[in-house]
């Protein structure tokens, strides 16, 4: 079964310095991975996303994943972390579920406090 | 281009009684989800549409929670009689067609609390 596991619940960071969020995930093809943020009472915003080609993907508002099949990892990554950064962070992957349906598979998320 | 709309933002119900969601999705978008946030968790989905059929309902709780888009456009969430675990966001996202290449765009969510 397709399935993402973030292993950090919470993560605290001061800011400017730099943030790396972990994502594991189980698939047995080639997976789609995501990564969403959710600040409060917001739904989510799409990050970034690999499909394929290069393994390391840029995303908006300075973030940066690298695709690991080794390891089957999925981290995010920002240089230098900004107040406005704080929310909830999914990683996801897609997959194609029943009746030939796709949907996404969330993991359950990190929190991260930026603090002065 | 306006996002995925939803209503109500807030319900609060107490429990045994009815409640219904409502989204509009992103114009010409063919595919349709519903996904339920529990407190702490990842999104799960609940139903998926593609126009106005079901593609999935495997984890919908059908003896409870309902769905449906009529013309392929709005949908409609029921839960009837609510229960005190259906208390989480209720996300709604819609993407352009089916398949793995596509962005799924989410909507604000309703946050329903049975008490």
């Known amino acids: 079964a397709q399935s993402v596991t973030q292993p950090d619940i919470h993560i605290t960071v001061s800011e400017g310095a730099s943030l790396e969020l972990r994502c594991n995930y189980s698939y047995g093809a080639t997976p789609y991975l995501f990564w969403y943020v959710q600040s409060p009472g917001q739904g989510l915003q799409l990050l970034l996303k690999?499909?394929?080609?290069?393994?390391l993907v840029q995303g908006i508002k300075g973030f940066e994943a690298e695709f690991k099949r080794s390891q089957s990892s999925f981290n995010l990554r920002k240089p230098s972390v900004h107040w406005s950064d704080a929310a909830e962070y999914f990683c996801?992957?897609?997959?194609?579920?029943?009746?030939?349906?796709?949907?996404?598979?969330f993991g359950k998320g990190t929190s991260l406090l930026v603090t002065p | 281009e306006a996002g995925v709309a939803q209503s109500p933002r807030y319900k609060i119900i107490e429990k045994r009684q009815s409640v219904a969601f409502w989204c509009n999705p992103i114009s010409g978008h063919a595919t349709l989800y519903w996904y339920q946030q529990i407190l702490g968790q990842g999104p799960k989905l609940l139903i998926q549409?593609?126009?106005?059929?079901?593609?999935?309902d495997s984890q919908l709780p059908k003896d409870r929670f309902s769905a449906e888009r009529l013309k392929g456009v709005d949908s409609t969430l029921k839960i009837q009689p609510a229960k005190l675990e259906d208390s989480a966001v209720y996300l709604c996202a819609s993407q352009p067609t089916l398949g793995r290449s596509y962005e799924q765009y989410f909507g604000p969510g309703t946050r329903l609390t049975v008490t």
């Open positions: 690999y499909f394929s080609g290069d393994t």
């Open positions: 549409f593609q126009n106005n059929g079901v593609v999935d």
């Open positions: 996801a992957v897609g997959a194609i579920n029943s009746n030939s349906g796709y949907a996404l598979n």
